[in-house]
């Protein structure tokens, strides 16, 4: 079953400006990741944030986790038209390594140049 | 980067044919490996982990009997659909982690996918 939830479901936005995509999930997790998945193509990872922590940056990614909420929030700054892709967050439950990942129902995002 | 291989990358089949679809890990030993499964523009849900010399852990709703899996290596996992129906058509990813380089942090390598087309 889908572990999160994602909004906007799909998100169009001009060139240069940000975009922020959210994520809710529904039981205590270990530690949330972001995925990217370009039309057709595999996931590759984008930025992983542990349960203890409530932000955390990458580049032009900032993500922000509120256990509280069970919420997650993705920002990506100064979009590009290379940024049009999808986007999902997956949660893990526990800390062992064979943990599964649930994903969220994604974000699509398309910039427009 | 680790890489994780999928072929094809593409299948046409006709209907009560079986398929098999390959994951490897390139340039890793993975002794888990995890199948998913993608409808357009939905989510990925996972089918099962694949497990080196033991027996597969599907999940719940997942026919075993009809998406065999088989991890008989420490670089190989084969996804076979077996007397596949227009209803089997979907997008096939595999994933597998690196305890090299993702230990403890819950990071996945997935493949290119396998688009499954039953006609």
């Known amino acids: 079953s889908q572990q999160g939830e994602e909004d906007p479901q799909a998100l169009s936005i001009q060139e240069g400006e940000n975009a922020t995509m959210n994520c809710s999930y529904k039981?205590?997790?270990?530690?949330l990741q972001w995925y990217r998945q370009n039309s057709g193509r595999g996931l590759v990872h984008l930025i992983l944030?542990?349960?203890?922590?409530r932000e955390k940056h990458s580049g032009r990614l900032r993500v922000t986790l509120d256990t509280s909420k069970k919420s997650s929030s993705l920002l990506i700054t100064a979009s590009r038209a290379a940024d049009t892709a999808s986007y999902f967050c997956?949660?893990?439950?526990?800390?062992?390594?064979?943990?599964?990942?649930?994903f969220g129902t994604g974000t699509r995002l398309t910039i427009i140049p | 980067g680790a890489v994780v291989s999928q072929h094809p990358s593409w299948v046409i089949c006709k209907s009560g044919t079986s398929v098999k679809i390959e994951c490897r890990s390139l340039?890793?030993?993975?002794?888990?490996m995890f199948w998913y499964r993608q409808f357009p523009k939905q989510s990925l849900m996972l089918m099962a982990t694949?497990?080196?010399?033991?027996?597969?852990t599907y999940e719940q709703g997942v026919e075993k009997d009809k998406f065999l899996i088989n991890h008989a290596s420490l670089t190989l996992s084969t996804l076979t659909v077996t007397s596949a129906h227009p209803e089997d058509s979907s997008f096939y990813i595999c994933?597998?982690?690196?305890w090299g380089r993702g230990r403890g942090t819950g990071e996945l390598f997935f493949g290119e996918g396998s688009r499954l087309t039953v006609l």
């Open positions: 997956a949660t893990v439950r526990s800390n062992f390594g064979n943990e599964k990942l649930t």
């Open positions: 340039d890793f030993q993975a002794t888990t």
């Open positions: 994933s597998a982690r690196d």
């Open positions: 944030i542990r349960s203890n922590e």
């Open positions: 694949s497990n080196e010399g033991s027996k597969a």
């Open positions: 039981t205590s997790i270990n530690n």
